[in-house]
Structures are given as C-alpha cells and as structure tokens.
C-alpha cells in the first residue's frame, strides 16, 4: 500500500511539478549571541558572510516548493584581529594571523508561500533540515621580537541542523531574483545560527 501512494505521489508530481537550477550569490550577517561558540566572532572575522549556493528547485504546485542543493558560506579572517589579552608593555602590540571560517550546508528546503501564484513579490515561509560542515580556522598571535600565542585552535565539526525561516522573493526578471529573508538553523547540541541574508538568485528553468 505504502508503495503504491509513493509511486502515485512520484507520478503525480513528475507530471505537474515544474523543476529549475538556482545559484544564488549573497551575503549572510549572524545576529544569534551564541553564533558557533565563537566570543570574538565580530571582531576576527567579517561580520557579513560571502555566500554560494546551488540547488534544485522542484515547483510541486503555485504554492509549495522543494529546494535541495549546497550552500557554502565563507567568513575571512579580519585585518585586525583582536588579542584578548590585550597589549603587553614588554612585548609591544602584538600582529595576529590566522585562517578563515568556513561553513557548508548539504540542505532540503520546503518553501510555502502566500499568495500562490507567478506573482513579482513572492513572500514565503520556509522549513530546513541539513548536514553543516564546519571548519573554525586557528588564530595565532605574535608579540615582538618572537613569542608565539595561539588563541584559537582550528575547530572542524558537523552536525545535523534544523531549521525555519521568512521571507520573500523579488523577480526582476523572468530567471533573476532578488530573495531578503530571516533564517534560523539549530543543532541538537544546541549550537544556534540565526542570520539576517540577501541573495541574487539565477533560475535555469528545465
């Protein structure tokens, strides 16, 4: 029985489903305090993200659609990173180096909107479920002449993440868009990612 609905529901779908390729580039600013465990987030790296995503876009109906695809954000490291410990009168102002921030998402997206339809501004309400990726770059600081004081060790860790989200897309064209939204992913150890994000996004319709 469960077969048959699930081949109903494959069929259905392949024959009224609407599918496109979307790369959006944008940008993502972290608001959430806790925002990877990281104290001197702001002030090591870049407060807004550069962001990359590729997705597949399947249009079930003029109200619900299914989006899974990869999303890579990158924060480099800051000019001026800042040194906890402040400045040593023995040392002198110290120069700080390190590696940058990166994070990739392996994401299914389900997107409802209201009102349905081809319409120039689409707001939407969205649902997340992904696999994160993470590498936290190792940040190091020297006081002259030559000590040597790593702050940061490089961090990798990966997790399962869920996630809600609004917004809205703007089209100003038939395959470019112009997508505002708020979003909030959350890992079952309580690592939280709220984040403000704008996206240009190219649609490939199939």
């Known amino acids: 029985m469960t077969k048959a609905i699930l081949t109903l529901l494959f069929c259905v779908t392949s024959a009224f489903a609407q599918d496109a390729i979307v790369v959006s580039l944008g940008g993502r600013l972290p608001f959430s305090n806790t925002y990877s465990d990281l104290e001197l987030f702001r002030e090591d790296y870049w407060p807004i993200g550069v962001n990359a995503g590729l997705a597949y876009d399947l249009e079930v109906n003029g109200w619900l659609r299914i989006l899974s695809g990869l999303e890579y954000t990158l924060y480099p490291l800051s000019s001026k990173p800042v040194f906890p410990g402040g400045y040593s009168a023995i040392f002198g102002p110290p120069s700080g180096s390190g590696e940058d921030f990166h994070r990739l998402l392996v994401n299914i997206e389900c997107r409802v909107h209201w009102p349905s339809g081809q319409n120039i501004f689409r707001p939407f309400v969205q649902i997340d479920g992904a696999y994160l990726l993470e590498r936290i770059g190792q940040i190091t600081f020297v006081f002259p002449p030559t000590l040597m004081e790593v702050v940061d060790e490089r961090l990798d860790r990966h997790a399962w993440v869920f996630g809600f989200g609004i917004g809205s897309e703007l089209w100003i064209s038939q395959?470019?868009?112009?997508?505002?939204?708020?979003?909030?992913?959350?890992?079952?150890?309580?690592?939280?990612?709220?984040?403000?994000?704008?996206?240009?996004?190219?649609?490939?319709?199939?």
Do not use: T
């Not at 112009?178 to 199939?206: C, K, N, T």
């Open 175 to 206: 395959h470019l868009r112009i997508e505002p939204s708020l979003q909030y992913l959350s890992s079952i150890d309580e690592h939280m990612y709220g984040s403000l994000a704008v996206d240009l996004v190219y649609v490939f319709r199939l």
